[in-house]
């Protein structure tokens, strides 16, 4: 696992998923309970920081996801 940064592309609040773009254009999806302030939201647009792994569907994902801007 390694830390990554970037920026929330996408977020569906039904659904609970949604899509990190890191800083060099890698996109992680990650989950809602992979939110790590205890929030089950988080805004587009918002600067985060994550811990990468590879998931269960062999993707990258983004766990530990934090906001850090925005």
């Not at 060099?24 to 920081?49: E, K, L, M, N, P």
Request: one cysteine or more.
């Amino acid at each position: 696992m390694s830390t990554i940064a970037g920026t929330v592309t996408s977020f569906d609040v039904q659904r609970g998923d949604g899509w990190i773009t890191s800083d060099q254009g890698v996109q992680f999806y990650f989950h809602c309970v992979a939110i790590g302030d205890g929030t089950r939201s988080i805004q587009v647009g918002a600067t985060v920081s994550a811990t990468r792994r590879v998931g269960l569907l062999g993707r990258d994902e983004a766990v530990n996801v934090y906001s850090v801007g925005n």
